[in-house]
């Protein structure tokens, strides 16, 4: 039947050989209904597909890197296809990869969802600002584990949705220059404000609307405002930047015409072609004055308003080196007519304020403040224009002055000491400062400032080495009395170890002429200099602080010498001995005499300290503290060269001493001179007065001791009664005192 046929023929061309036209044929019906099998052809097929369709397609393996981007997702990422092939996706710095990366995370866990939707907004660097909404779909094998990612996005232009962001976007802009500190405008390339914050209206003095659609240059005074023109034209036109990213410091003009330093910032921005700059201007007024400021006080003394000594060298350095190419200079030019330049030489004058420390401590660091500012104001009165003055040190000052020769620098030094030292009225207190000048002038063996310095301060030694408040100007034979001192305190810093030192002891008399104590008396014989004088070395000492191993030196000595004097019976009833200021001041003197002491305490009550007027009110509190621990112990104080310094009484009656010694320098004149006799009357009559005794030194002369047991004065001391003598002497003395009584 032709059914059976038909079923037959079907059968056996489906089991059967195909006849040979049926590859043709099948190729045909591939043509129309299927796709080849070539993979390289698929593979191209694919490839044309994805990057002509509307789609923006990529495919990440499980390890995040792309295997494939078609050249829409290429283009929302602005690069190519080939950029992102083989590359981590995560890697890169874009919104989109980003959001891809997110979803990939939320779909990667085998019970996730198979898919996770993106949506997220990218501006091209067209400025072109778009959306990509899709999903991410994971490609699991059988066992669900996931092999890759498949992204699908549809890039959208929404008008909608690009408002609503420019919005936002425009809203947190505003807000953020609004609150910046800093003065922010927006203008474009010809210099027409678009935009200001508040900032920059307040430090401009405009309201908004009075910069909006003006040029940037009002902002700026001339030149300034035609420089910024010329940068900007500049780098449109070479791209070259002189303030574009770098920013510079300049001038800013506000509305009332006040101009005031700014730091102006520009930054550039393009969108498409429009070219857009931001300025940030910030007022720099604070930060110029402190610099200012810091630089003044780098030079400057702040109190007095003078140079620091750094300073002070390198202007006079200056200044001394002008003045030898000036005067050259003229003679040069005048040299053909025969003529002469008349010369100006330069005068260093070094002034330090003497016991300056003293005036802090009695009246406070104002009134010294207060004295020093008014005392820095006479030298700048009294001295020429054109000086230099500097603070070298809390109470040194130096000056260079041009001169016309040394009489004319010696006039200047004088009246300038007579204008320091007279009263000054400072923070509601008169004081009177003491004030050594040592000064030099320029001759032909100084050919530096350092020169002139180094003899200024040889003269200002030499000023105060003699008691200071007075002038001196140095000589050659400065250079030889610096040289002996160094040699001196080289050579007394050995004396102890080598020996050189011993104690001589002056007696101290009742008006009968009895014997009633001693001085112990420093003296120094070198083995090739000979007996060095007391008044020469004893300053070198203090100095170079010798004083302080040296007097320790004299305690150890004396207690030991009246320990065996006390043995042999011929002890005084007190044996001075003099006591540095420094340390007496050091606060251990105590624990050091108690330590000497303690093997011999009678000797406590043989035991006398004479300590000067100006240690003991150097710091009253603890002369006042240490004097009274002294008294506990039994021994007694005085208080030495009474006159020679304050001789005040509030100080006296303060401290616990017991007796007075009356300087030499007021006693060496009486009976003769009538103001010197009324001078030690009234210092007998208050020591009287607050229960202390006298003793008056230097007595040299019978008129002399008459005079003073008329007066009242208890003890003497002096050659009259005997020149400072050894320990043996003064033992003989006290036992041929001890004999005439017996008779």
């Known amino acids: 039947m032709n059914g059976s046929d038909s079923s037959g023929s079907g059968g056996k061309g489906s089991g059967g050989k195909e006849p040979d036209g049926a590859e043709a044929g099948g190729a045909r019906g591939a043509g129309s209904g299927g796709l080849p099998r070539d993979p390289a052809f698929l593979a191209s097929l694919a490839s044309s597909l994805l990057d002509h369709g509307d789609m923006a397609l990529v495919y990440v393996d499980r390890a995040g890197i792309c295997r494939h981007a078609d050249r829409r997702f290429a283009a929302a990422l602005d690069r190519n296809p ?41 501006l091209g660097c067209d400025g072109r600002l778009s959306f990509l909404s899709g999903s991410v779909l994971v490609h699991r094998d059988g ?42 405008i927006i203008s474009g390339r010809d210099g027409v404000i678009r935009s200001v914050n508040r900032a920059c209206s307040r430090l401009f003095g405009y309201e908004e609307g009075e910069l909006l659609g003006r040029n940037m240059a009002m902002l700026m005074p001339p030149p300034f405002s035609r420089d910024h023109g010329r940068y900007i034209d500049s780098y449109l036109k070479t791209n070259r930047a002189k303030i574009i990213g770098i920013g510079r410091d300049t001038l800013g003009q506000r509305k009332d015409g006040t101009v005031f330093p700014m730091h102006l910032s ?48 390198e202007e006079c350095e200056a200044l001394f080196a002008g003045q030898r190419a000036g005067q050259q200079a003229g003679q040069d030019a005048v040299q053909d007519a025969g003529e002469t330049v008349p010369e100006t030489r330069f005068a260093l004058f070094t002034l330090d304020v003497d016991q300056f420390s003293d005036i802090n401590e009695v009246f406070g660091f104002h009134v010294g403040d207060a004295a020093l500012k008014a005392m820095v104001s006479r030298v700048t009165e009294v001295l020429p224009p054109d000086t230099i003055v500097c603070r070298i040190a809390a109470d040194e000052f130096a000056a260079l002055s041009r001169v016309a020769d040394g009489e004319h620098a010696h006039r200047l030094a004088d009246v300038l000491h007579d204008r320091l030292t007279a009263s000054i009225y400072a923070d509601r207190h008169w004081v009177r400062l003491r004030l050594s000048i040592g000064a030099a002038v320029e001759d032909e063996t100084v050919h530096t400032l350092e020169d002139l310095n180094a003899k200024a301060k040889l003269a200002l030694q030499a000023v105060q080495h003699n008691g200071g408040n007075a002038v001196c100007f140095y000589t050659p034979e400065m250079a030889a009395a610096a040289t002996r001192r ?39 014989n070198h083995h090739v200099l000979g007996a060095v004088s007391p008044g020469e070395f004893i300053p070198v000492a203090e100095e170079s ?32 001995l003099n006591i540095s200021g420094q340390q007496f001041l050091r606060g251990n003197l105590t624990l050091r005499l108690e330590e000497l002491l303690a093997g011999h305490p009678s000797l406590r009550s043989h035991l006398g300290l004479e300590i000067t007027e100006q240690a003991a009110v150097r710091d009253l509190k603890v002369a006042v503290r240490t004097l009274g621990e002294l008294a506990d112990l039994g021994i007694q104080a005085a208080i030495d060269d009474f006159g020679s310094g304050y001789s005040s009484l509030s100080y ?12 030499r320098a007021f006693v060496i004149d009486v009976p003769e001179n009538p103001k010197s006799n009324a001078l030690v009357r009234a210092a007998v009559g208050m020591a009287h007065g607050l229960g202390l005794v006298t003793v008056a030194e230097g007595v040299e002369t ?16 002096g050659y009259l009664f005997g020149r400072p003598m050894m320990p043996e002497a003064l033992a003989d003395m006290v036992r041929r005192q001890a004999v005439a009584a017996l008779e």
């Open 266 to 313: 520009v930054g550039e921005a393009r969108l498409g072609a429009e070219v857009t700059f931001v300025g940030i201007i910030r007022d720099i007024s604070e930060r110029l004055a402190a610099e200012q400021r810091a630089s003044y006080l780098a030079r400057h003394d702040p109190l007095t308003g003078v140079l620091t000594r750094t300073a002070f060298l």
């Open 702 to 717: 019978v008129e002399q001791r008459d005079f003073l047991v008329s007066v009242g004065c208890d003890m003497m001391q």
């Open 486 to 524: 160094m040699m001196l305190t080289m050579h007394l810093a050995h004396a102890i170890e080598r020996n050189e030192l011993h104690l001589v002891y002056q007696p101290i008399v009742d008006q009968h002429g009895r014997l009633q104590s001693a001085e112990a008396l420093l003296r120094w």
């Open 545 to 576: 602080g010798l004083i302080v191993p040296i007097t320790d030196w004299v305690l150890t000595t004396a207690v030991a010498q009246m320990a065996r004097w006390e043995a042999e019976g011929v002890l005084p009833d007190r044996v001075f």
């Open 652 to 663: 006296v009656q303060q401290l616990p001493v017991a007796k007075l010694k009356i300087d």
């Open 82 to 122: 080939a950029d992102l092939v083989g590359h981590a996706l995560g890697a890169l710095d874009h919104p989109v990869a980003a959001a891809i990366a997110t979803a990939i995370a939320g779909v990667g866990d085998a019970s996730a969802p198979s898919t996770a939707p993106v949506d997220c907004r990218t």
């Open 143 to 184: 066992a669900g584990v996931a092999l890759g990612y498949l992204g699908a996005f549809h890039e959208t232009g929404d008008p909608d949705r690009i408002a609503e962001f420019v919005t936002c976007r425009d809203s947190f802009v505003a807000t953020l220059l609004d609150a910046a500190v800093d003065g922010i």
